[in-house]
Each structure stands twice: as C-alpha cells, then as structure tokens.
C-alpha cells in the first residue's frame, strides 16, 4: 500500500476476509496514515497481519503509474511484481491457499459464503494443485445509489466522519467488459503449484489455471472510476455484499472502537 489513508475500507476489508474464512493477510507497505498504521498494529497484535516495509523507492527509481510507460522507472509500480513473488515463496510452505489481490477488492462467492466452501468445490473439480482466476467486476466508488426496494442498508451514521470509502454503500457494478488479452482479473493460487507471479496471474506454474465463472464466484473492485461513458441506468444492482452487512458492521464497529477512531461511547 501507497500513501494510504482508507481507514473505514481497509477495516470493512479485513474484516470481510475473515468472514470468508481467511487466517492470515500479508500487507507489502510503503507508507500510509497514521490511523491506517494504527489499525495495522491492532490487527498484527491479533495475529491476523502480518506487515512487510516494502521501501524499494530508498533505493531504486519506483515507477509510480499501473502503465510503465507513463512513468518509466528502474521498477515497476512501487515493485509490485517483486512483492507479489516474495509473497509467494515466502509463505509457500505455511499457507493452503493464496489470493493476491489489493485491498480495494474481494472476492466474494456467490452460492456459497466463504473461501473454504468455495476451494474446496473448485478443488474437487479441478485437484489440489491449481490455480484460479476471477473476474475483475468494477464498483465504483464514486456512484451511489440506494438499492432497490426491499432491500435496506443497515445503520452505518457511526461512519460519517472515518476516513475512506463505506463499501457497503457502493452496491452498483458497471457490466463487465474484460480487457484485451483477458487482464481483468486476480488469483487464488495452491502456491506450491506455482513458480512466477505477474500482476495479473501466472507465468508459470505446474498446470494452466482455471476460469472461474462470474455466476460461481468474482471479484468485487471498489474503487473511484470515471463514469462519463455509463450512465445510471446501465449500471446493474449487486447487492451480495448485503448478505454479510449484519455481521461486518458490528465487528467494523468493535474494531473502530478498540482502535479508538470511534468513541468508546458511541452507539450503533
């Protein structure tokens, strides 16, 4: 993470990831705000992360742009490709499974509720020693728009003044439209299956990796995006992030809490 300041997402996020099942979330940092590192050193007291200083920039012209060639560099966009690879064999041997994906994404399934479910039904159709892509599904962060009825937003006022983007207001994706050499997308590797990681996938690895359909299971990308081409009506209503609300807004609200950047004494 860069110059990071999303507070209410990063929590929403974790605590996401654990709702799905996930033990452990590595975050490769360069530098953040200091509410940011506050909740990185409550959820590292939890065991839950586990904080790599990635300060290539002390020592190499680092690329700040996705696209090298708008702002070349010694090194690609913060080393990304480096820390996607140290990840790899750093864990290898400690984790089942691995995503690599930003904290502005999630992968969530959609017939069943958590990554274990989901693994072990990909799992049984395609073995142990694959890996997995999924679709990039934009949600941006900057349209909003209540859901249609009779579906509610729980109360979420606690969050009105923390820093970041609320995801569970942003429930209105753009109709997928994958780019050329199918780059949209993010992974869910075995990493012993697996020899180099490219930002987006493999290069190589015991066995190509399986498409996963939307309908079984995509990534949620919650990020600002220019909407001038789209207008409102073309977006589509996803509201699966809703069936997990009740459950992420009370541990958001304790983590907040704990953390201080809500006051022990507010109410839901």
Known sequence: MYNFTNVLQLVQTLEMLQLLGVNRVVIYKTNCSAEVQRVLEYYSGKGLVEV??????????????????????????????????????????QSKYMALHDP?????????????????????????????????????????????EPATLPPQDLWQKISGENILTHLYREPFNPLPGRQNYKIIINPRAVFELTVHGVLKSKKSCVWVDGKIARIYHIKPRDLTELKPDQMIYDGRLLSYSSRLSSAVNTVLRQTGILPASSSS
């Open 104 to 148: 502005d994404e999630l992968i969530l399934p959609q017939s069943v509720n958590s990554w274990l479910e989901l693994l072990a039904m990909l799992e049984k159709k395609h073995g142990d020693d694959s890996c997995y892509n999924f679709e990039n599904h934009m949600i941006p962060s900057n349209f909003v728009k209540p859901p249609p």
């Open 52 to 93: 790599i200083p990635w300060s290539m920039a002390k020592y190499l012209k680092v690329s700040r742009r996705a696209f090298y060639d708008r702002d070349p560099a010694d090194i690609h966009y913060f080393a990304q490709i480096p820390a996607l690879n140290d990840c790899l064999y750093r864990y290898m041997y």
